[in-house]
């Protein structure tokens, strides 16, 4: 049973293909001054905002909108120089993600909380802290605009906070939410 919404949370929150040879690769990414994002996460959905008004207006169902506010997720990250793996499961949930960390605009047609990514683009921010993925998204309705989500990491490496901003083009506001994720032993 695979869901837009799930497929988001997924997506955004952990970007990476889970496959049996990423665990048992190295625990450091090729960047040094970049974090390392190399691990498993497990949501925290106490201390993460509601992804509700979000998915809202990309056009999830109500029901994405609620399974969403429950899911528990887990995300495992590989990362290398040029790539950012992630793979994302829940309950009845898997999503797989690739970010060409280069900066190379990439077509897509995966679905992101409701919405459908028409392209990614990949950037470290410019102090290298934190990593922003640019998704153009079409939603259900036909509107379209951007949902941007920054990764970054915090408590000295254990915790992986995401942030999602939906910018539709014929909209005056955005909308904001805020996943916390903390590292697996």
């Known amino acids: 049973m695979k869901h837009p919404v799930l497929r ?4 955004l929150a952990c970007l990476s293909l889970l ?12 960047q040094p001054n970049k974090p390392n ?10 201390a993460s905002t509601s992804l509700e008004p979000l998915l809202k207006e990309a056009g999830a169902s109500i029901f994405e909108q609620k399974f969403a506010a429950w899911a528990n997720l887990t995300a495992t990250f590989h990362q290398t120089e040029d790539v950012l793996m992630v793979a994302t499961r829940g309950p009845g949930f898997a999503l797989d993600e690739i ?3 280069d900066g190379r605009r990439e077509p897509s047609s995966l679905q992101l909380l409701g919405a459908t990514s028409l392209n990614t683009r990949t950037v470290w921010s410019a102090d290298a802290k934190q990593l922003v993925a640019t998704h153009q998204i079409k939603t259900k309705q036909g509107k379209e605009g951007k949902l941007i989500v920054i990764r970054c990491l915090v408590d ?3 915790t992986l906070m995401v942030t ?7 909209e005056p506001d955005e909308v904001s939410a805020r ?3 903390h590292k697996q032993a």
């Open 8 to 11: 988001f949370l997924a997506v």
């Open 19 to 30: 496959s049996p040879p990423w665990t048992s690769t190295a625990t450091k990414p090729d």
């Open 37 to 46: 994002f190399n691990g498993t996460w497990a949501l925290d959905l106490r």
């Open 99 to 101: 970010l060409y960390l």
């Open 156 to 158: 000295d490496g254990n």
């Open 164 to 170: 999602f901003t939906l910018r539709l083009n014929a």
């Open 179 to 181: 996943q916390i994720w």
